[in-house]
């Protein structure tokens, strides 16, 4: 078995990874505080977690309202 092409990367030549869509794409920090607003408005309305909705926006790529009530309405009949 073949070890991982990180494997022979140093530690502090490793290039960081965002670990949170806000940061990733938001670097305008009103941006930010805007998508977290409606991460909660949608969680709410909803009846989901935020953690959940932040989840549906990381996978589709995009935070289009639209989009995310979609995927959440598929989401809940398949409950």
Do not use: W
């Not at 030549?13 to 009103?30: G, K, W």
């Not at 926006?57 to 995310?68: D, F, K, P, T, Y």
Request: charge should be positive; charged fraction near 35%; include cysteine.
């Amino acid at each position: 078995m073949r070890p991982t092409v990180n494997a022979f990367v140093p530690r502090h030549e490793r290039i960081p990874v965002a670990q949170s869509l806000s940061t990733a794409e938001c670097a305008d920090p009103i941006a930010a505080v805007e998508l977290e607003e409606a991460i909660a408005y949608l969680a709410k309305r909803h009846r989901v977690t935020p953690a959940i909705v932040r989840e549906i926006i990381r996978r589709l790529g995009s935070s289009e309202r639209a989009a995310v009530e979609r995927e959440i309405k598929k989401g809940k009949a398949r409950r």
